[in-house]
């Protein structure tokens, strides 16, 4: 069964980064119109071809989440000096995490002068040429407003830029007024038609989506481990309660996507050393309706009941909608045993992990309030050192995608003397 459809899966993508922070991926949406409006210009692309640049593209400064985190308010700056480094990392991410890993050199060249860039041997090349004054065109024009000219790059045509390329660009503005409709907003209703041309597999619409949950790493690794973690305990739960495949694969994604709102929550109250106060708490709950605000219209329904009621309890006492048991189906109850795990497992900044004793007396006492499903939580506690053991397995392979993508930075950043 089809989840999330493939354009959504872009525009959700799109979303949830601009949680973390919104001007640079407006910033990516901007390239990517004007760079597709380039490639469109240029026929060489199909559309469906098209639509795929316009996702790498828009995603052409991911590397900037984890390199640039305290520069990225400075545009400018963190563009023009020292570039290389999320564009390395961009490439990693992309490569190892996304089904479009031969695009991924675009993101690692897309600063490269084009001099230089001439002499690799990349098919997508030229995108990446593209990219760059694209690139510029929108930092310096936000930069300078009145006083940008377009023109003043032509100077470096051939050298630092590819004078097909500048030549495309000052024709594409020509004919279709490209900085106005950027200025306007309209640019987004032409983004929208061409993503309406993304063509993705089952199996690449489920690693874009684990993709964005390696993104939720960009505010914090722990982040993943806790995701990662409620997905584990969830299959495993699932699979001991004999759920049909359809339930199961609903119960995925919906813990796949159940926090993706934590991410609009400031992170000196997620990773406060202490207990929240009122005020703190009631903005942490908001991260249900930023989900709901981002999935709807996205996933599919069922999907949305699931990750959305990972905070209801079985007596009412849960939020936002307070619903009762009777109410709920059993993938929510399982969503909900797991995410309660998960927090009293994993480590938090103002407490100890919790052994296993005091996490089962926990689950069997808010199974006894009615809060938590008994007959979930008889099922993970009978199995709990399988069950945890997974989890840990498989969050090990989490820190060992972050060591490996690490090292590698570490060794083509010493290549391009970083």
Do not use: W
Request: charge should be neutral; proline fraction near 2%; include cysteine.
């Amino acid at each position: 069964m089809e989840y999330i459809k493939s354009k959504d899966i872009f525009l959700l993508m799109r979303d949830i980064l601009k949680l973390i922070h919104p001007r640079l991926m407006e910033h990516g949406s901007r390239v990517a119109y004007m760079v597709y409006m380039m490639l469109r210009e240029e026929g060489k692309y199909e559309e469906f071809e098209l639509a795929d640049i316009v996702m790498t593209a828009t995603m052409h400064d991911i590397g900037a989440y984890k390199t640039e985190a305290g520069r990225i308010n400075d545009m400018l700056r963190y563009e023009t000096k020292e570039s290389m480094a999320h564009c390395i990392y961009g490439h990693l991410f992309f490569k190892y995490l996304s089904p479009l890993p031969d695009l991924a050199k675009v993101i690692m060249y897309h600063h490269m002068e084009y001099e230089q860039l001439q002499k690799v041997d990349y098919a997508y090349k030229q995108i990446a040429a593209y990219i760059s004054i694209a690139d510029r065109m929108d930092i310096y024009s936000n930069a300078l407003v009145s006083q940008f000219d377009m023109h003043m790059f032509q100077k470096q045509a051939g050298t630092k830029f590819s004078s097909e390329g500048l030549f495309l660009f000052y024709n594409c503005e020509e004919k279709y007024g490209m900085f106005e409709k950027l200025r306007s907003g309209e640019y987004k209703e032409e983004l929208d038609r061409i993503v309406e041309y993304m063509i993705f597999s089952n199996e690449d619409k489920k690693k874009f989506l684990e993709m964005l949950m390696y993104c939720m790493g960009f505010v914090s690794k722990s982040k993943v481990v806790d995701t990662l973690t409620t997905v584990c305990i969830c299959e495993d739960i699932a699979r001991d309660m004999m759920l049909p495949p359809s339930e199961r694969e609903i119960l995925y994604y919906g813990a796949l996507i159940h926090d993706v709102g934590m991410l609009s929550i400031p992170r000196e109250i997620t990773d406060a050393p202490r207990k929240l106060e009122k005020e703190e708490i009631r903005l942490v709950r908001t991260h249900v309706d930023t989900a709901r605000k981002i999935l709807s219209n996205r996933m599919k329904k069922e999907v949305m009941d699931v990750a959305l009621a990972h905070h209801e309890r079985g007596d009412g006492s849960g939020y936002p909608l307070r619903l009762k048991d009777i109410q709920m189906n059993v993938p929510q109850r399982i969503l909900q045993v797991a995410d309660t795990v998960t927090a009293l497992v994993n480590e938090r900044k103002y407490r100890e992990i919790l052994p296993k004793e005091k996490v089962v007396d926990i689950l069997n006492d808010e199974a006894s309030k009615g809060r938590l499903k008994r007959q979930v939580v008889v099922t993970f506690v009978k199995s709990y050192d399988r069950i945890m053991r997974r989890a840990r397995q498989e969050s090990a392979e989490i820190l060992k995608m972050y060591e490996t993508l690490n090292k590698q930075y570490e060794v083509i950043s010493k290549k391009y003397k970083i």
